[in-house]
Structures are given as C-alpha cells and as structure tokens.
C-alpha cells in the first residue's frame, strides 16, 4: 500500500490566492482527518470526515478554509483567500472504522507571501 | 477540553542510554493513546497504540504503557541508537475520534 498521499509537496503563493490541497487516503479506510502543524500551535485537527460526511468541522479557523471529500478515495483542503498565517505544514491522515490507529500523509508545506 | 503535555520537551542522550519520555493529560476519558515520531521535514509515523483497556504495549525496543487514571503515559525506549534521533509526539484520542496532540519531544541521540 502507498500510504496516504498528499499533493503537493510544497506550495508557495501569494495572499490572497486560492489554494487547494490534496489529499488521498489509504484504500479501505474509512475516517479521513486534516491537520495543521505549526511552530506557535503544534498539530492541529481542522476537519474529521467519517464515510465521507464531515463529522467535526470545529477545527476550521475561518471561513476561509473548507474541505471536501467527494468520494472515499480523495479529500481537498480549500483556502480562499489566503494570507501569510496560514502558513504551515498541513497532514492528512486517514483511520480504519473505530478508534483506531491514524496513519498521516507526508504533508504540504504552505507558504503565503 | 483536553490538553496533551510532554516533558522534556528537549532530550538530548549518549548512544546506548536507556530513556523515558512521558506524557500527562487532563482528561482520562480516553478511549486510546497514541505514539508518533515525526522527522524534520517528514509526516508522522505512527509507533504505538495503547487502547483504554490496556496497560501497555512493546515493539522492538520501544515499550509505551499507560495509566489511565493518572492521565500518563511513557514511552521507553532502551539501548537508544543514532538513529533514533526524532521529535517524539503522543496524541490521545477522546470521543468523537478526534486526536489531540502533546508538543512534542525532540530527542537527540549522540554517537
């Protein structure tokens, strides 16, 4: 299995630009969850999706942010628009059904100028 | 609201020292604990898993338990190598699935 995949890698914009994160996880899973890692804030959950279904979305700083996930094999983080702050490392993450282990992507790494 | 702690937040070993990083949370309701390392630069890979019900658990040289009730965990890990040189992260997952992360162990291993 390849694991949880993230596009991109890296991504540099300038604020105010729209920027869409990628995300596809591990095949037969059934919880997806976006986080942010920052040096001020640590790992961050932002939005938890069961089945598909946002589940917990209380994470989301602002309505700038918004994620969807249209089918079980992939999921989109949106920013629009962006600004310098929100600058970090974002992970996915996907889960088995229940409380079980999570396993992360390798991250994007955002910068907005 | 839970909140996750890690002391020390900074270690740094010889080769071949036996060490404990830990892990304390407010909030005992939990239904597991997990362990991460994450490399500079890289995702998290997950180590261990400790579910509610139990007391610990052992991969190679890494041994996690978990006190509940006390809201702690440790993970040991012995004989450490160069190798294991990594930020050290436990997450603890209460209901609605949601993990919460402590900030995180850097620990250095030196040869």
């Known amino acids: 299995d390849a694991g949880v995949i993230q596009s991109p890698r890296h991504e540099v914009t300038e604020m105010g630009q729209e920027v869409t994160l990628r995300c596809k996880p591990i095949?037969?899973?059934?919880?997806l969850f976006w986080y942010r890692q920052t040096m001020m804030r640590g790992l961050e959950l932002l939005i938890y999706?069961?089945?598909?279904?946002?589940?917990?979305d209380s994470g989301m700083p602002e309505d700038r942010f918004s994620a969807k996930m249209p089918n079980a094999s992939f999921s989109t983080l949106k920013i629009q628009p962006s600004e310098p702050r929100d600058s970090a490392v974002y992970f996915c993450?996907?889960?088995?059904?229940?409380?079980?282990?999570?396993?992360f992507g390798p991250g994007t790494r955002l910068t907005v100028l | 609201k839970q909140e996750v702690t890690q002391i020390p937040a900074a270690l740094s070993v010889p080769e071949g020292e036996n060490l404990v990083l830990n892990c304390s949370f407010t909030?005992?309701?939990?239904?597991?604990l997990q362990w991460f390392r994450q490399d500079p630069g890289k995702g998290l890979t997950s180590l261990l898993l400790?579910?509610?019900?139990?007391r610990e658990q052992t991969s190679g040289r890494l041994n996690a338990s978990l006190d509940k009730s006390s809201g702690r965990s440790t993970l040991y890990i012995a004989a450490s190598q160069p190798g294991d040189s990594a930020t050290y992260l436990c997450?603890?997952?209460?209901?609605?699935?949601?993990?919460?992360f402590g900030g995180g162990t850097r620990l250095m291993v030196k040869p």
């Open positions: 997450a603890v997952r209460n209901a609605g699935n949601m993990l919460t």
């Open positions: 999706f069961n089945n598909n279904v946002p589940i917990d």
């Open positions: 095949s037969g899973h059934n919880s």
């Open positions: 909030d005992s309701a939990i239904y597991n």
């Open positions: 993450a996907s889960g088995g059904s229940g409380y079980n282990e999570q396993f």
């Open positions: 400790i579910q509610s019900s139990q």
